[in-house]
Structures are given as C-alpha cells and as structure tokens.
C-alpha cells in the first residue's frame, strides 16, 4: 500500500505532511537533524521499511511539505507526533535515529501513545559536552539568523564528528542541496538535544518498551548513550547492529527492528 501525502493539524494549527507505505505492522519514521522525505537516505529508509511494516513516513515541522510557526519549542514537535499517531487512529511502533531519537524519547516521556520505541544512537554526551557542543545551539541559531546556511549545515557536520575533509567532498553532492534547504530547522534540533546532556528524569519516567541502538562500528561516545539510555528507561533493551555507523543501513536495520520489536 503507498498514499499520497496527507496532512494533519498539530496543536498549535501547523499541518503536518506524511504519506502511508509498506503492509504490516504500524511503524512511525522520525529522521534525525535536516532529514526529510525527499531525501534520498529517508527514502531508501522508508522504503526499506515498508517491506517489514506499514510505514508512517513524516516530515517535521519546517522541513518538506510540512508547515512551520513563527516560534519554535521542542513541545510543538511532541504534539505533532501526537498528532500523527492520532491520525493512524491507534498507538503504533516508532523508530526514530539520532536527535530524532532524542525527540521521540522526549515524546514518549511526555505520554505519547507509542506501542514501543526503536531509538537508534541518540546523541547524548554521557561523559559532558566538549566546549564546541555546549557553544553548537548558540552559534548554530546565530548562523541561520544571519542567513548563513552553509556555514550552518557545516558547523553541524563538524560538530557531529565529520572530518573537515569529507564535508568539503559533501558540499559537491546532491545531498548538500537537500540539506541547505532544511538548515533553518538545525536550531530546532539543538534546544531538543539541549546541550547533548543525557534527561536523566525524562527517560526514568518512561513506561512504553524501548529498544536502545548503536551500530557495531559507530563511534564509542554514541555506544555509550546508546548503554545509558538503556540503563536508565526502566526495562529498555540494548541491541547492538552489526556492520553498521550512525549512518544506518535500512535494508539490514528493518527486519532487525521488527525482530527486536518481537513482532
């Protein structure tokens, strides 16, 4: 089954574009910073899924088709995803990767009505923040004020852990376009990461099945939030998946997720 995109109001009246894909059981996408559905990773991610599970695949606010207010809060982005699953009509499984992970956690804290929640290296600085990631809102947020996308989504990739080098060669990929366009949305993801801190109180107050990811060759410091959000979400698993990095392989990850999920 594929639909065309549909929308749903948010509380605060912002629509909400997403479309429905795949057969099996509801399953709710939730990309990381900048990822939307014309992307060519979130594609091949939802596609990848759909073979596994019915697909519900976003955009976040500000990002695609999907609307924007003129003021920005985590808690708007928590009650689109209410929305969504409101939309569907009944509590269904999320699988949300990087500050999506942290965003999905805060909405499964907030009581959202998932079944279980697949998060997928959520970017929390276990050890504390460098200097440069406790400065990264700030000086993210001033980038865009200015007008300086670029300097924006470079900022970001540095910031995250990729060589100078690599986001020289990305600025001549067609993914560099995509990510230009849904710059304005990097200050969004950095008040829901809030310093990179682990929310210790928030994810103790979970009580939905979490599943804690991080791929087998990804770097230690994501290995590590990976282990401390499922020492803290009370009864959360830690999967760990193979030959996998923060950039994830949807064909591999999807019947694993459904695997993990014991459906």
């Not at 290296?121 to 993210?140: D, L, N, S």
Request: overall charge positive; charged content about 20%; proline content about 7%.
């Amino acid at each position: 089954m594929t639909t065309g995109t549909r929308f749903v109001s948010s509380r605060d009246g912002t629509r909400i574009a997403y479309e429905v894909l795949g057969e099996g059981p509801t399953l709710l996408i939730v990309n990381g910073a900048m990822g939307f559905r014309a992307m060519s990773f979130a594609k091949q991610a939802a596609a990848a899924f759909a073979r596994h599970f019915t697909v519900i695949d976003y955009d976040r606010r500000g990002r695609g088709e999907s609307g924007d207010a003129p003021s920005y809060s985590p808690n708007r982005e928590v009650e689109d995803l209410d929305a969504l699953i409101r939309a569907v009509g009944e509590p269904c499984y999320v699988f949300a990767q990087s500050s999506g992970a942290a965003l999905a956690l805060k909405a499964a804290a907030a009581g959202v009505p998932f079944k279980a929640l697949v998060a997928y290296e959520p970017p929390y600085m276990v050890a504390g923040a460098t200097p440069e990631q406790a400065e990264y809102g700030a000086r993210v947020t001033a980038l865009i004020a200015e007008g300086k996308r670029d300097a924006a989504v470079k900022l970001f990739m540095v910031t995250v852990g990729v060589p100078a080098f690599f986001v020289m060669l990305m600025r001549l990929m067609p993914f560099w376009k995509d990510a230009r366009a849904a710059a304005h949305t990097l200050p969004y993801d950095a008040a829901i990461m809030d310093g990179f801190a682990l929310p210790t109180d928030e994810l103790r107050s979970i009580r939905i099945p979490v599943v804690a990811v991080a791929g087998e060759k990804t770097v230690p410091v994501l290995t590590r939030a990976a282990e401390a959000v499922a020492a803290t979400v009370p009864g959360a698993q830690l999967r760990i998946a193979p030959n996998m990095s923060h950039a994830i392989k949807p064909a591999i990850l999807a019947p694993l997720a459904r695997s993990w999920l014991a459906l």
